[in-house]
């Protein structure tokens, strides 16, 4: 069965500084990965997604995250953040059986920008 | 204009009531699901449909009742509702196993219904 862990509920970081999510997952066979955003009130926006090819995946926002398959990880970088950053970040995983693609979602980890 | 929508935004309820939450999207989308995010910002997902077929119904108690009238719509229906019952509940959509190629499974998520329980 697949499973997502998130390591960090919380990251408080300053503003201009790099950032890094940590996301590790397990499961039985392909899967494909996901950040999520969601910023005060809203619902979950995606960031970026690896389905195959290249490890280094650009996202929107200046994000980035890099699928290390031997690690089992999916961990989300920054190099500078700004105040605006500042939400909660959801990693997951997606993985396609008989029924259709079921999705996990990790706990999520609370990015807090501060000035 | 907007892709997935939700009615309504807040519900605010006694303990005892039943209650429908509704949601509706716009992107041609085959699969469509139920998230329940708790207080701590948990998200797990309910159900899942896909061309109006129920796919994905995870543990969910029965009190818990979607129905999808056409896949455009996705509606839940809560009896007899229960303080436990509280949490922001999102609708997401699809193109589901059958849709374009690197973006089957992108869900696009509605903007929640608050659930309050008195």
């Known amino acids: 069965a697949q499973s997502v862990t998130q390591l960090d509920s919380q990251v408080p970081v300053f503003e201009e500084a790099p950032v890094e999510l940590r996301c590790n997952y397990s499961s039985s066979v392909s899967v494909y990965l996901f950040w999520y955003v969601q910023y005060p009130n809203q619902g979950l926006q995606l960031l970026l997604k690896y389905l195959s090819g290249s490890t280094l995946v650009k996202g929107i926002n200046g994000f980035e995250a890099e699928f290390n398959k031997s690690q089992t990880s999916f961990h989300l970088r920054k190099p500078s953040v700004h105040i605006s950053d500042t939400a909660e970040y959801f990693c997951a995983v997606s993985e396609l059986n008989t029924g259709g693609f079921k999705t996990i979602f990790g706990a999520g980890t609370r990015l807090f920008v501060k000035a | 204009d907007t892709a997935v929508s939700q009615t309504p935004k807040y519900l605010v309820t006694q303990m005892g009531n039943d209650k429908s939450i509704k949601c509706e999207q716009n992107?041609?989308?085959?699969?469509m699901y139920w998230y329940k995010q708790d207080s701590k910002k948990f998200l797990k997902i309910m159900f899942s449909?896909?061309?109006?077929?129920?796919?994905i119904n995870e543990t969910v108690p029965n009190r818990f009742s979607p129905k999808s009238p056409d896949k455009a719509h996705l509606n839940l229906h809560i009896n007899s509702l229960e303080l436990g019952d509280s949490a922001v509940y999102f609708c997401?959509?699809?193109?589901?196993?059958?849709?374009?190629?690197?973006?089957?499974?992108?869900?696009?998520f509605g903007p929640g219904t608050r659930l309050t329980v008195l």
């Open positions: 997401a959509s699809s193109h589901g196993p059958l849709g374009p190629r690197g973006d089957s499974d992108t869900q696009y």
């Open positions: 992107l041609g989308h085959d699969t």
């Open positions: 449909y896909n061309n109006k077929e129920l796919i």
